[in-house]
């Protein structure tokens, strides 16, 4: 697929809270299987989405601390939760929490990653929200694209220290409330 630049349509839109967007990538982050609901709420179709990055989601609005949080937690072999706003094809926003874990072959190497997302609770977006627009503040403060990603970095671990918590996953356990 030709790399084709989305713009925001400023528009957000969001699934059922009885529904699960679920996403199997390789292990260089390439979707190699989207469910219905996936399809639905993105707007693409299964052709337009099986060998593209994961990335073709990302909103401009994420910060890249986040995505570097997700990447050195899951490529270590260990999982996360993590809220994220994805984009649609139309432009269009939704909010999801991510539940990204790797998947192992039976030599215990990692072959890929699994996702399920889930409608997130609006207190909890209330919280990150702010937060993931300081991030970006950040990030876009610097000229040089690496030293605004580890200013960012820097934030993110202070702000969730700040908050009383030794790691983003308590962090967002405890603003999340059990569903």
């Known amino acids: 697929m030709a790399e084709k630049r989305i713009t925001p349509s400023g528009k957000e839109r969001s699934f059922a809270a009885h529904e699960l967007i679920v996403s199997k990538t390789d292990p260089k982050g390439r979707l190699t299987y989207v469910n219905d609901v996936f399809m639905a709420v993105s707007g693409y179709t299964e052709p337009e989405l099986i060998g593209q990055p994961h990335s073709l989601i990302r909103h401009p609005d994420m910060p890249?601390?986040?995505?570097?949080?997700?990447?050195?937690?899951?490529?270590?072999?260990?999982?996360?939760?993590?809220?994220?706003?994805?984009?649609?094809?139309?432009?269009?926003?939704?909010?999801?929490?991510?539940?990204?874990?790797p998947s192992f072959d039976s030599a215990g190497q990692i072959i890929g990653f699994h996702s399920n997302r889930r409608v997130p609770d609006a207190e909890a977006l209330a919280v990150i929200k702010p937060l993931y627009a300081n991030l970006l503040g950040e990030e876009g403060r610097h000229a040089d694209r690496k030293a605004g990603l580890e200013s960012s970095?820097?934030?993110?671990?202070?702000a969730v220290a700040d908050a009383g918590f030794d790691s983003y996953d308590r962090f967002i356990f405890a603003i999340t409330p059990d569903r």
């Open 153 to 158: 970095w820097a934030m993110l671990n202070r």
């Open 64 to 101: 890249r601390a986040v995505f570097k949080l997700l990447w050195d937690t899951i490529s270590a072999g260990r999982e996360l939760f993590a809220y994220v706003n994805n984009m649609a094809k139309n432009g269009d926003n939704y909010w999801v929490l991510a539940h990204v874990t």
